[in-house]
């Protein structure tokens, strides 16, 4: 006869990941709330936040309730807080985007300890790509005095248009990077997790103390439009396997024809790529983004239409997957907008969707140099909160 059960050490690990998440999402917790939260007893909880903090995952802020001091004093023992210890153990992260490299160390915070950047282009060989990240690793590891043993891991992004390049492979409806993983894991000793870049910068901007778990829409903007959705603090599927999806959406019924995109697309209306060409088109020479940003916030009368026109459709866009996904919190990746584009686009999507469904927009804050923290997102998710804190191998004892 078949059973089903659950081993007591996958147990245990399943409630130091509750505990762990519990505490994310609050910042700092007390014990008895964990309890609560999570329907545990009081006695399992101090158990379990007592293994912890001797292992210093956990800290004790030893103290009251910041805002204890406000309220009226009771009988009983004071609550004290219990925080994660950002400085456990480090991760390094590396994201491999359209432009640039970026490579680094953070803690379980997602603090910068450190980082390198290069960048690159439709020149750059794969060798080069992967020497660059190994290098960084070893060179940042040695100038902050870490090793191998306080690192849980290296989680790596790669930016959808590079999967060819970095040997991605399509499986189970998604593109996966093995065998980039394996040569990593191989040259560093450290365990390698690996990702699309876009499911990684969703899941580097995810809102944790948003205790509804309310949608949250990613929108990834560079030579082609991508976007993730995150739904419970969890991307959903369908968009981490097709995140260019997006792309084919129709911004202008009858529109500009793109071999392999419907007539009107996304892509051909209103990418940078298009914007590039709809301004050159005007003023007879191809300029960069910050070019063209330059013209529209002085007001020039060939470029400001062009602009206008492309924001008021991406408002659309952004409204119609908001409003279909019930995202509330829209985050931009990448795009380059200046000030004045940007007020514009606050402004239209302000007057579209009323009082009576706000959405907020907002910059991506991992940006530049700082990208890698996607890819360290993926290393303190799966090495640290899936694993309950606990090592490789570690029993829990």
Known sequence: ???????????????????????????????????????????????????????????????????????????????????????????????????????????????????????????????????????????????????????????VGVIPSRSAQLRGEFKKGEVCYEKLGYLLEMELSVPVQT??????????????????????????????????????????????????????????????????????SVHAEISRPALIEKVAAVKGEKLTIEQINDLYTAGDPDVTPIIETLIDRFVFLIYNYATLSSASRVTLQSFRFCEKAFDYLQKKLSSLTGDSRRIKLVFSGISGKDTFLAGSALAVERQFFDLGGMLPGETGN
């Open 195 to 264: 990702a699309s870049a876009i499911s990684l910068y969703a899941l580097a901007n995810i809102d944790y103390s948003d205790m509804a778990g309310g949608s949250q829409l990613l929108v990834y903007s560079g030579q082609s439009y991508y976007s993730a959705l995150i739904v419970g603090h969890e991307i959903i599927g369908g968009c981490s396997k097709d995140p260019s999806a997006i792309s084919r959406a129709v911004a202008c019924m009858n529109g500009i024809k793109k071999e392999g995109y419907p007539d009107g």
């Open 1 to 155: 006869m078949d059973t089903k059960g659950i081993s007591k050490l996958d147990l245990k690990r399943r409630n130091r990941k509750q505990i762990l998440l519990a505490i994310r999402q609050s910042g700092m917790l007390a014990r008895v709330d964990i309890a609560a939260q999570l329907s545990l007893t009081r006695a399992a909880v101090t158990i379990i936040t007592n293994q912890m903090i001797a292992q210093n995952i956990l800290e004790d802020m030893n103290g009251p309730l910041p805002d204890a001091a406000d309220q009226p004093k009771k009988k009983g023992r004071k609550k004290t807080m219990i925080r994660i210890n950002p400085n456990y153990k480090y991760v390094l992260g590396a994201i491999i985007d359209e432009e640039c490299i970026s490579v680094g160390i953070s803690n379980l915070a997602n603090e910068v300890i450190g980082q390198c950047y290069k960048e690159i282009d439709d020149s750059t060989e794969p060798d080069e790509i992967i020497s660059f990240i190994v290098t960084s690793c070893r060179e940042l590891l040695k100038k902050h005095n870490l090793n191998n043993k306080q690192i849980l891991g290296l989680g």
